[in-house]
């Protein structure tokens, strides 16, 4: 059964902490992808990841920045976090150089800052 | 770039009716496909149905169908013989050929309640 994993449900920080969300995906997959998912604004594409190391921002990367070490592994990183990136956050991963297969999902992240 | 818009924010349908999900899109790819994808209240997102811009057949997947127009750049979803477990949020995406890491691209989103 393939897998995305992402490592809280919930969580609840405080204003200007470094908070860290990790994904993990069993499903070999090049590409990883974070986003963000607020009502009415439907899933917005935060950065994703099409190789070990390497990084491209998506729509809306202010604030946010990302990790990928390990081809697996794609973490994440709100520098300061703030009230205004409250949100669901969701992981996503995809087969390499295909474009015609869909994305695999993980169960999602709720991020509430105080 | 691509572009989806999904004009219906939320719906209403009756049980065992069908219903229409309106989705268009706008891409300067030349291959790309379309997805639809089912959101319930629990968070997680479950693929549906998909339909690539040659294939020249609606695809279909059980009660779900995707009525395909390319002309129109318009990709509606059909859920025939509704029930109380579609209740959910509806998502179209698409990803094309011609961006790194062949990304997804999200509407707004529609929400579909099923009334008993």
């Known amino acids: 059964d393939v897998k995305v994993t992402q490592s809280s449900r919930y969580l609840v920080k405080r204003t200007g902490e470094k908070v860290f969300l990790e994904c993990v995906q069993d499903?070999?997959?090049?590409?990883m992808f974070w986003y963000r998912q607020d009502p009415g604004l439907g899933l917005r594409l935060i950065y994703f990841s099409y190789d070990v190391k390497m990084k491209e921002k998506g729509d809306i990367p202010e604030g946010y920045s990302v990790s990928r070490e390990k081809k697996e592994r794609f973490s994440l990183i709100l520098e300061s976090a703030s009230t205004n990136q409250t949100s669901m956050y969701l992981c996503?991963?995809?087969?390499?150089?295909?474009?015609?297969?869909?994305?695999?999902f993980g169960q999602g992240t709720r991020l509430t800052v105080v | 770039a691509q572009k989806i818009t999904q004009t219906q924010p939320g719906m209403f349908v009756q049980e065992k009716e069908a219903v229409t999900l309106d989705c268009t899109y706008d891409?300067?790819?030349?291959?790309?496909?379309l997805f639809w994808y089912k959101q319930p209240s629990s968070g997680e997102m479950i693929f549906l149905i998909y339909q690539g811009s040659y294939d020249e057949q609606n695809a279909t997947e059980g009660r779900y169908s995707l009525n395909f127009q390319k002309a129109r750049k318009s990709a509606n979803l059909v859920i025939s013989a509704s029930q109380l477990g579609d209740s959910a949020m509806y998502f179209c995406a698409m990803r094309g050929d011609n961006n790194a890491g062949n990304m997804l691209t999200f509407g707004g989103g529609t929400r579909l309640m099923v009334k008993p």
């Open positions: 891409t300067s790819d030349q291959s790309y496909g």
């Open positions: 996503a991963s995809t087969e390499g150089g295909l474009w015609n297969t869909e994305a695999f």
């Open positions: 499903m070999d997959h090049e590409n």
